[in-house]
């Protein structure tokens, strides 16, 4: 089992900046890719940034004002999330994902609220 704890979500200003980060522990795969996801209300839930080794994906949305990074020695990841938009008001889910079993875990969510 894996638990997954957000934190750094808020209320700010359109233009500003907010830094999310999720702590994973448990029992921890060698390799893994751990991101984020989003959720806003009536709407799916949607890919904003993963990384894992080999790779890192963002959306198109948010690419050029999202930064995703891993510091695997504390098996954390961030999210640094600059000129925010209304629009990316949402929940944000941390996810923890191995391949080998393939399995998948969530945070709980931490609200982002982008004003304008």
């Known amino acids: 089992q894996v638990q997954l704890v957000e934190s750094g979500g808020g209320l700010v200003q359109a233009g500003g900046s907010l830094r999310l980060s999720c702590v994973a522990s448990?029992?921890?795969?060698?390799?893994?890719?751990m991101g984020w996801y989003r959720q806003a209300p009536g709407k799916q839930r949607e890919l904003v940034a993963t990384?894992?080794?080999?790779?890192?994906n963002y959306a198109d949305s948010v690419k050029g004002r999202f930064t995703i990074s891993r510091d695997k020695s504390k098996n954390t990841v961030y999210l640094q999330m600059n000129s925010l938009k209304p629009e990316d008001t949402a929940v944000y889910y941390c996810?923890?994902?191995?391949?080998?079993?393939?399995?998948?875990?969530w945070g709980q969510g931490t609200q982002v609220t982008v004003s304008s």
């Open positions: 448990g029992t921890i795969s060698s390799t893994y890719a």
């Open positions: 990384a894992s080794p080999d790779y890192t």
């Open positions: 996810h923890y994902t191995t391949l080998v079993p393939p399995k998948m875990y």
